[in-house]
C-alpha cells in the first residue's frame, strides 16, 4: 500500500503544524510561547477576525501593486521580517536563511541584537534592506559599538526596543528551565555579555536571568539624544502601544515607530496592536512612519492593517516555522504566501495598489460578547 503524498502547504497555520514536530519542545515553547496567561498573546490573532472588509466592485484590478517606500527603500512588500532572537533555534542556517528569504521575496528584514550570526555577514549576504534591532545595554559601550557597526555595515535604520525594561515572566520557559542549547549563542558579543545564557535553572529562564542583568531599565526619552549623537540612522521605536508615546516620539524626531505588543510576550493584558495602531496613527499625524506587528496570519490581516493606516507590517512567528520546514525556502514561501493573499485579497477589494487601501475599506470592528447562559431545557420522558 503506497503511503499517501504529503498535503501542501498553503497557509502559514499549514507551516506551524508542520514546523511543531521539527523543533526541540522547549524551543518551541520558547518561540510559540508568551507571557502570563497568554491573554494578550491570543488576542493579538483575534483582533484581525473583528474586522471586515468593504470590497467595491467595477475596478480594474488586472494587476495589483504591492511596492511600498521604508525610510526611503523600496520593497516590493508592504511585510517585513519582525526581529527575532536565535534563529538556530530552528534551522543550522540561523539568521543566514531568513536574510536570504528576505533578499529572494524583496521583504525588508530587521535582525536582532542577539543574532546568532554577526550583523556584517548578514549585511554581505542581503539582497535587500536591513533593519537593526537594538536592545540598550546597562553597559552603555557594548551598545555604542553595535550602532557604529550596524552602520558601518550598511543597515538603514535602528530600530531600539522599548518595551522590555526587563522580561516579563513567561509560565512556558519558566517550567522548562529555558536555556539555549549548545551551538546556539549571540554572535554579536563576547562572553561578558553572552555568559549564563546557556545554563539552565529549573523554575527560571535564562534569558530572563540574562535581561535583568544586561537590559537598561534606566534608558528613558532623555537617552534619545545621546543615542542620536552616535549615528546618523533614522531611529526607529518599537513597543510604542499609546498616542501619548507616539506624539512625543514624533516630537522628538523619531523617524518610525513600530507598534508592537512584543508578539504577547510582555505585558500580558496589553492592548494588542491593532487595536491601539488607529490612536498611534491619529497621534503622529504623519510625521513618522507607523509599523505594526504581532498577530498577524493572512493576507487580509495585512490588508486591514494598512487601511487603518500602517505604512506596513512585519512577521515573527511564522517566518520560523517557515525556517523549521525548509530553511530559507521555507520562510522565503511564507513569505509569498502573505503577498500572495494580499494581493488577491487586494484585487477582491477593488483596490489595485496601497495608496488605495484607506480606512472606507472597513467596517467598524466586530464586538464578541458571551452568550448569555440558559437554563436546561426540561427533559422529555416518553
Not at 526596543?161 to 549548545?182: I, K, Q, S, W
Request: one cysteine or more; glycine letters at 10%.
Amino acid at each position: 500500500m503506497s503511503t499517501p503524498a504529503p498535503q501542501p502547504l498553503v497557509t502559514l497555520d499549514d507551516y506551524r503544524t508542520a514546523a511543531r514536530g521539527l523543533v526541540e519542545p522547549s524551543a518551541w515553547d520558547y518561540i510559540d510561547g508568551g507571557s502570563g496567561d497568554e491573554t494578550t498573546l491570543h488576542e493579538s490573532e483575534a483582533a484581525y477576525r473583528r474586522h471586515r472588509l468593504r470590497p467595491r466592485v467595477l475596478v480594474d484590478v488586472s494587476r495589483c501593486d504591492t511596492r511600498i517606500t521604508l525610510l526611503g527603500s523600496t520593497v516590493q512588500l508592504p511585510v517585513g521580517i519582525a526581529p527575532m532572537a536565535f534563529h538556530g533555534l530552528v534551522t543550522p542556517e540561523a539568521e543566514l536563511a531568513c536574510v536570504r528569504a528576505a533578499g529572494e521575496a524583496g521583504a525588508l528584514m530587521v535582525v536582532s541584537t542577539f543574532s546568532g550570526t554577526p550583523l556584517e555577514d548578514l549585511a554581505r549576504a542581503a539582497g535587500g534592506p536591513l533593519w537593526m534591532q537594538l536592545y540598550v545595554f546597562r553597559h552603555r559601550p557594548t551598545t555604542e559599538t553595535l550602532v557604529r557597526r550596524a552602520e558601518a555595515a550598511g543597515y538603514r535604520a535602528l530600530v531600539v526596543t522599548v518595551d522590555t525594561p526587563r522580561m516579563a515572566r513567561r509560565p512556558r520557559d519558566l517550567r522548562n528551565g529555558f536555556r539555549l542549547p549548545p551551538g546556539v549563542a549571540p554572535a554579536n558579543f563576547g562572553s561578558e555579555i553572552s555568559a549564563g545564557l546557556h545554563a539552565g535553572t529549573a523554575g527560571a529562564s535564562a534569558l530572563g536571568t540574562h535581561a535583568e542583568r544586561h537590559h537598561d531599565a534606566a534608558f528613558t526619552w532623555d537617552d534619545l539624544a545621546w543615542l542620536r549623537s552616535l549615528t546618523r540612522l533614522p531611529i526607529v521605536l518599537k513597543g510604542v502601544l499609546t498616542a501619548e508615546d507616539a506624539d512625543r516620539a514624533a516630537a522628538l524626531g523619531v523617524e518610525a515607530i513600530v507598534v508592537s505588543n512584543h508578539g504577547g510576550r510582555q505585558l500580558d493584558g496589553a492592548v494588542t496592536a491593532l487595536e491601539a495602531l488607529p490612536e498611534v496613527v491619529a497621534a503622529t499625524a504623519g510625521r513618522c512612519e507607523v509599523l505594526v506587528d504581532g498577530g498577524i496570519r493572512r493576507g487580509t490581516d495585512v490588508l486591514v492593517a494598512l487601511a487603518l493606516g500602517a505604512r506596513a507590517v512585519l512577521v515573527g512567528r511564522p517566518v520560523l516555522w517557515g525556517m523549521a520546514v525548509d530553511g530559507a525556502d521555507g520562510a522565503r514561501e511564507v513569505l509569498s504566501v502573505l503577498g500572495a493573499e494580499l494581493e488577491n485579497a487586494m484585487a477582491l477589494c477593488g483596490r489595485p495598489d496601497l495608496a488605495s487601501v484607506d480606512a472606507d475599506l472597513l467596517r467598524a470592528p466586530q464586538r464578541t460578547t458571551p452568550a448569555t447562559p440558559t437554563a436546561p431545557a426540561t427533559p422529555h420522558h416518553f
